[in-house]
């Protein structure tokens, strides 16, 4: 039975246009992740980030903000710190803060280019000339990527106010909207 609603559901979300399949297909994850699977996997993307950025001068860090976790809500609450950081200087050039929402689509685009990368990498012969030499892994672009995830949210009530807080049924508020 379990099986048969899954094909079904499947056969519904391939006649989506791309962008609300990718949608439902996010909202679905988030909604079955645990706590610690999520820590894997700010854990994994500050790996996967570290490898492609070996032989780049920036790179970006990703943790959790303090306090935003601390609640039997968490996944509504938690706030992921994106920093793009200078190695050499170690001067934070950028700073970006993401719902899990916006984590979690970064965390796809993030790790399914990676994966490219480091596959066509581990056949060279020279590792790090090859991964700083693939402009599509850099850290400015993929800060860029935060930025347009965390600009292009707006409130679904004013739909003035820049979202604070992504429901997982997808609705988007502003913290004044969800005040009053």
Not at 48 to 62: P, R
Not at 76 to 86: A, E, S
Not at 97 to 117: C, H, P
Request: glycine share 4%; with cysteine; proline share 2%.
């Amino acid at each position: 039975m379990g099986q048969q609603f899954s094909d079904q559901t499947q056969l519904v979300l391939n006649k989506l246009p791309e962008k609300v399949a990718k949608h439902v297909t996010l909202v679905r994850e988030s909604g079955s992740l645990t706590y610690e699977e999520f820590l894997g996997r700010v854990a994994e993307l500050n790996d996967v980030t570290a490898k492609v950025a070996a032989g780049q001068e920036k790179h970006l860090l990703f943790e959790v903000q303090p306090g935003s976790d601390s609640s039997a809500f968490w996944k509504v609450v938690v706030r992921v710190v994106c920093t793009k950081i200078n190695k050499s200087s170690g001067i934070v050039e950028a700073s970006r803060i993401m719902n899990l929402y916006q984590f979690l689509q970064l965390y796809k685009d993030i790790t399914s280019q990676a994966a490219g990368v480091l596959a066509q990498s581990s056949t060279s012969e020279d590792l790090d000339e090859n991964l700083s030499s693939v402009t599509s892994c850099q850290a400015s672009l993929w800060m860029g990527r935060v930025k347009q995830l965390t600009d292009e949210e707006e409130c679904c009530i004013c739909m003035d106010g820049r979202v604070d807080l992504i429901l997982p049924c997808a609705h988007s508020f502003c913290q004044k909207c969800i005040d009053k």
